[in-house]
């Protein structure tokens, strides 16, 4: 019986080992994963999770169990360090070599690292697993100073759990706007205003150039404040969000192609054919919008892990789906479909003052994107109207019903 083998134990992992099951594959399936955890959800790391409102449990994709019951292989805590294509085996750090009739590669992807002077201090926190959250949880204490490096949808939820558990929070920015690189101007004021309202301390156009630290004789200090362009900043702990960097070098050590992610087509095939990818780490086609794409965000995770699994199963699915993602900041749900760069015009439907809001993207009278703010209807309406033409009166009426756009 073949045996599919999943590098990486994440989120796409733990989804296309449970679709491989309902795709009746009854073959071998292992997963290796380097980190101590079975799969989990990287998103409450930086929401309930950060803010002690839900358990591991609740943090697992699935509860343990599961993976007996069907009779799934985990290997944790084991590192995949290279694949041989030729003899279709994978070399693990435990010294074992596990063969594959497939290999599907999840390794997802790691935090972009700050290297300025002092970065090495203790106290200087990135946030991408459990493990990190575990560490970072004890230091944020209220009347601590909590500095986060980079206004990105990480660090604006790490703000809000901070600020909202009492620490005093300082966001630093270097570009001119938080959220430049993944909204319009008008919602990343709108965020910059609900910060401030909360009682953030927002500083964009700042460069962080140092950390400086206290007590350090003979070993590692321990920050007490970061140096910027325009000045410092005191902090008991600092957290950096600057972006992350697709985990690709097992896939480029192997010959398989990569460029910005691993390189796979629309069925999620890597340039070798017993090879595929899955999440973080692709760099995939999207045929909806006729262009490639690198994302990070669960629902890509997910549905490719999906598509990999039934065409591992000799299917013929494609991946195609426009892209979506949300984010959680105090009590405001904000939900994303669609590139917003991609619109030349834009319809408010609600009252932002209430927070309660959504905003159309539309190109040449059709919608390419929207932004649900507490507006889980219109978002869930708009995510079908993607792509089709819209009478931009209707949307922005409150009074209209949206439902019948679809019809
Ligand atoms: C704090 C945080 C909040 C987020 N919030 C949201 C959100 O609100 N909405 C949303 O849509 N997305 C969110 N995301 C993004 C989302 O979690 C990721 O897009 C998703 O986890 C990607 O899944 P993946 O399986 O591709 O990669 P990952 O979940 O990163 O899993 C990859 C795994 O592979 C392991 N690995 C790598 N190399 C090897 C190797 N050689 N051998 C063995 N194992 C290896 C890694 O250690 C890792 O455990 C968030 C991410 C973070 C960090």
New binding site residues.
């Given amino acids: 019986m073949a045996a599919m083998v999943i ?9 296309a080992a449970a679709s491989l099951r309902q795709e009746k594959f009854e073959g071998e399936i292992v997963i ?4 101590p ?1 079975i ?9 309930q999770y ?1 803010a002690g409102e839900q358990g591991i449990e609740r943090v697992y994709l699935r509860p343990e169990k599961f993976y007996t019951k069907k009779n799934i292989t985990l290997k944790l805590s ?4 290279s694949i041989d294509t030729e003899a279709k085996t994978v070399a ?2 435990k010294g074992e070599t596990i063969e594959y009739d497939k290999l599907l590669i ?6 972009r690292i700050l290297n300025i002077p002092g970065s090495d201090l203790t106290g200087i926190h990135y ?3 459990i493990t990190d ?1 575990d560490t970072i949880r004890p230091e944020m204490a209220a009347g601590k100073k909590l500095l986060i490096v980079g206004g990105g ?2 660090g604006l ?2 703000a809000s759990v901070g600020v909202s558990n009492g620490l005093e929070v300082h966001i630093l920015e270097m570009e001119e706007r938080i959220l430049q690189r993944v909204t319009t101007p008008e919602m990343s004021k709108y965020y910059h205003d609900l910060h401030t309202a909360r009682g953030v301390h927002v500083h964009t156009s700042t460069m962080v150039s140092g950390f400086t630290g206290t007590g350090r004789l003979g070993g590692v200090g321990r920050l007490s404040g970061v140096t910027c362009d325009t000045g410092s900043f005191e902090a008991d702990l600092a957290i950096v ?1 600057i972006g ?1 960097i697709p ?1 690709v ?2 896939a480029q050590a192997a010959g398989i192609a990569c460029d910005n992610g691993i390189l796979v087509d629309e069925h999620c095939t890597t340039s070798d054919p017993n090879i595929y990818a ?5 760099n995939h086609p999207n045929p909806l919008l006729d262009r490639r794409l690198r ?7 997910m549905e ?2 999906r598509v990999a699994a039934t065409n591992l199963c000799g299917g013929d699915k494609v991946y195609a789906t426009i892209p ?5 900041q105090y009590e405001l749900k904000l939900q994303m479909v669609g590139f917003s760069a991609d619109g030349d015009s834009q319809v408010v439907r609600g009252d932002k003052t209430n927070d309660k809001f959504a905003v159309f993207y539309l190109k040449e009278g059709v919608l390419v994107a929207t932004d649900a703010v507490n507006s889980p209807k219109e978002f869930m309406i708009c995510k079908r109207l993607i792509g089709k033409k819209v009478d931009a009166a209707m949307l922005a009426d409150p009074n209209a019903d949206l439902k019948s756009l679809l019809t």
Wanted: aromatic fraction near 8%; proline fraction near 7%; glycine fraction near 10%.
């Fill in positions: 590098v990486g134990a994440g989120h796409a992992a733990g989804q290796i994963g380097q980190e955890h799969p989990y959800q990287r998103p409450p790391l930086s929401k950060l084991t590192r995949v360090e693990t750090d999840t390794t997802g992807s790691r935090p946030l991408r697993t959250v949808y990480i939820e790490v969000g992350i985990n070098e097992l899955a999440g973080d780490c692709t994302l990070e965000s669960v629902p890509n995770a490719q892990a979506w993602f949300w984010s959680d």
